[in-house]
């Protein structure tokens, strides 16, 4: 189902640069001080539609109710066909000739709430998440930081989807509160490692695919087939301890390091939704095997741009610190779901597969603090009055994606987070 209908419009005002346009739609979880029962809903401008309400009403009719659950995976196991019928049906409800809501002052006092004034939740349940590398970029950054500057990258990386398996239970919603993390730091190679808290936190700001078609043990999923296995699209900041890190990876890689916490944003972006912003993707060179070979004229990245802004406590307003666009990843979504799977692991519906950093080319593209303030050597001016090598206690994390044409835009929604001091040891 393509997105790009500039004529559909709704009852509903939306401004014009609104993330959330009629072509958007997307889904997440929520709740309100009237009926603290978490549900399903969707938004539309400044609106969020009960689509419980709808489902209690008889105006959305799926092969069993699925709405009135603490996340979206009862709606996604329907799959696509369920989907597309949904989304089909919000469209009619919502635009601007169809008086069944519009024309009821009742029902929309029922199922139209504004998203001022409810409270997200994460919108799925995580079974399994992993994130991947796929960004040459920041690939390189980090290893001219740290190995050769005249050869980053290692062996392998152009010829696989470089990934670890993180950590799903620390997995929250934006505008949750992150607190920095302790662990053993070792500052020298003459000195012992000692537990402390965290001096260099960061950020990495990401793109993650929800999966919505799970696979067997022991199957494959073709490249061809891997974007039917996608429901949508979350913005994503993968918060790291860059110096535990540093101790730690090796020879297993990140691990506590990694695992404190991962922000979603709390809006899934249905992968339909994203169809019309597709685009052919960077020539890989050496040609992967031929299982992760796309055709020549596939469409298999996305035309998504993003921002990161950071605000101190000592800050009046937030500050656009980087800005880049995750047409620029090196390795395709279908690229990794296909890596993935060959040895036979399978996946599940509720599954996030995480892009890894994206950076683009030029310094305020750059999607770590890592990059940006190149480990510290060279801090970034926030202010006249303030600098940043990485977070500081009570920094505010902001970050956005979206994509654009002639007539609209679609956006993610903000994915925020505040840091807050450590533990005391």
């Not at 609106?47 to 069993?64: A, N, P, R, Y």
């Not at 919108?123 to 001219?144: K, M, R």
């Not at 919603?173 to 607190?179: E, T």
Request: proline share 6%; net charge neutral.
């Amino acid at each position: 189902m393509n997105s790009r209908h500039p004529e559909l419009k709704s009852f509903i005002e939306v401004e014009q640069n609104s993330d959330f346009p009629i072509q958007n739609l997307p889904y997440g979880v929520f709740k309100c001080k009237n009926k603290p029962t978490p549900r399903v809903g969707v938004a539309i401008g400044s609106m969020l539609i009960d689509l419980d309400c709808l489902e209690s009403k008889g105006l959305l009719k799926l092969s069993q109710k699925v709405f009135h659950h603490s996340s979206l995976n009862e709606f996604i196991n329907l799959g696509k066909v369920e989907w597309d019928k949904t989304r089909q049906k919000l469209r009619e409800l919502l635009s601007f000739d169809c008086p069944i809501i519009r024309d009821k002052p009742v029902l929309k006092e029922q199922c139209l709430h504004k998203r001022s004034e409810v409270e997200m939740l994460l919108p799925i349940q995580v079974g399994d998440y992993t994130d991947f590398y796929s960004s040459i970029e920041h690939a390189s950054n980090v290893g001219s930081m740290f190995r050769d500057k005249n050869n980053p990258l290692l062996p392998n990386w152009k010829h696989l989807p470089v990934g670890y398996h993180g950590r799903a239970s620390s997995i929250v919603v934006s505008g949750s509160n992150i607190k920095r993390p302790v662990g053993q730091i070792k500052q020298s190679e003459q000195t012992p490692p000692h537990l402390q808290a965290c001096a260099k936190l960061d950020f990495e700001l990401e793109l993650a695919a929800v999966i919505g078609k799970k696979s067997k043990v022991g199957q494959t999923i073709k490249l061809e087939e891997a974007p039917s296995h996608v429901f949508g699209f979350v913005l994503m900041n993968d918060w790291s301890a860059r110096d535990i890190q540093k101790w730690e990876y090796v020879p297993l890689g990140p691990f506590v390091s990694k695992s404190f916490a991962t922000s979603v944003s709390p809006w899934v972006i249905p992968m339909s939704a994203l169809e019309p912003f597709k685009v052919k993707g960077p020539q890989q060179d050496p040609t992967p095997l031929k299982y992760l070979q796309h055709q020549e004229n596939d469409k298999a990245h996305f035309d998504i741009n993003l921002s990161i802004s950071l605000q101190g406590k000592e800050h009046e307003r937030s500050k656009k610190i980087s800005q880049t666009n995750s047409k620029s990843l090196y390795w395709s979504l279908a690229q990794q779901i296909t890596h993935h799977t060959i040895t036979g692991c399978n996946i599940n519906v509720g599954d996030l597969m995480a892009s890894g950093t994206i950076s683009g080319q030029e310094k305020n593209s750059y999607g770590s603090m890592l990059e940006l303030s190149w480990n510290g050597q060279k801090p970034i001016q926030i202010d006249e009055n303030n600098k940043r090598s990485f977070l500081e206690d009570y920094d505010q994390v902001i970050m956005n994606a979206w994509s654009e044409c002639e007539t609209y835009k679609l956006g993610f929604g903000e994915l925020t987070g505040q840091i807050l001091p450590a533990a005391e040891l």
